[in-house]
């Protein structure tokens, strides 16, 4: 549709539209995001600050999605270039409590992205469907520290299905916030160290650009769950691994609203994922 962000707008259930606030125009530009732990070091935090910074001041667009820890490390880094947020309740509610003065100082010089409609209190629910927009508008996702099966590392998966980059940076084994990066290293992620690595990793698809959002309002998301999907797609699983499309074909419930139900279930631990786009419940 016209106005809505390319890159977003090629992900299965992408928002139908969003609420924005701030310099729009800051949404033209590459994009890149940065996510990680919300208790990450002090060290991470500090190396996370730099990278954001240098990503901005070269002309990225960092985006992430407010959290403590590593999030709001990105957005101090990069405001004064170029930050978006992405929230997971009403564009006008604060969370969390002590990110306030940073969250307004975003909507006046980067940029504030909500799919949830005004009003709306964020809800563990919607987490999900905000990590599906920080790796939707990205032409790449870094993970800067992440325990492993945390909700950064279900942003890098994410990022993996859009066909977008995946990008870590190592950690010592020693500690166990560094577990989920090694491991997405392992799995093939791009070893990162520097802004330069990102670029450099970007390169063929970081010239793809959004179009400009025009500061439109949002109706509720189209990939809602309510309770019955969500109690028919859990009733319909269990130990033994099955498949996506059979899951989708046995309940009867959109695609879009299975992948969000399944996405929910992962963030709360319930959900294990396997070779051949098969799923189960954890034991």
């Known amino acids: ?17 969003l609420t924005v ?7 033209d530009r590459r994009a890149v995001s940065i996510v990680g732990a919300r208790n990450a070091s002090g060290a991470a935090i500090r190396f996370a600050r730099m990278l954001a ?11 992430s999605g407010l959290a403590r820890g590593i999030d709001t490390a990105a957005h101090v880094g990069s405001i004064g270039a170029g930050t978006a947020a992405v929230i997971a309740g009403g564009i006008d509610i604060v969370y969390p409590p002590e990110n306030a003065g940073l969250q307004q100082d975003i909507a006046e010089r980067g940029v504030l992205i909500a799919e949830q409609p005004p009003g709306v209190e964020p809800r563990a629910r919607h987490f999900p469907y905000r990590n599906r927009i920080i790796a939707g508008l990205a032409a790449g996702t870094v993970v800067v520290e992440a325990a492993p ?11 993996a299905e859009f066909g ?8 010592s084994p020693l ?10 290293i392992r799995e093939g992620a791009t070893l990162i160290q520097s802004a330069a690595d990102i670029a450099e990793a970007l390169a063929p698809i970081g010239t793809v650009s959004a179009r400009r959002h025009e500061g439109f309002q949002v109706a509720p998301p189209a990939a809602d769950a309510d309770d019955q999907a969500r109690r028919a797609i859990v009733d319909l699983l269990g130990p033994v691994p099955l498949p996506v499309d059979e899951l989708i074909r046995q309940s009867g419930i959109d695609t879009a609203i299975v992948q969000t139900v399944l996405l929910e279930l992962e ?11 098969r799923v189960s419940m954890q034991g």
Do not use: F
């Open 149 to 159: 099966k945390s909700g950064s590392l279900i942003t890098a998966r994410l990022a």
């Open 164 to 171: 977008r980059e995946v990008m870590a940076v190592p950690g």
């Open 1 to 17: 549709m016209p106005g809505y962000p390319v890159l977003l707008g090629q992900v299965e259930a992408a928002p139908a539209m």
């Open 175 to 184: 500690d166990p916030r560094a577990q989920g990066c090694n491991l997405l």
């Open 267 to 277: 963030l709360a631990g319930r959900l294990e994922r396997h070779a051949g786009g």
């Open 21 to 27: 606030r701030g310099d729009v125009a800051l949404l």
């Open 53 to 63: 910074h240098d990503l901005a001041e070269q002309g990225w667009l960092v985006v």
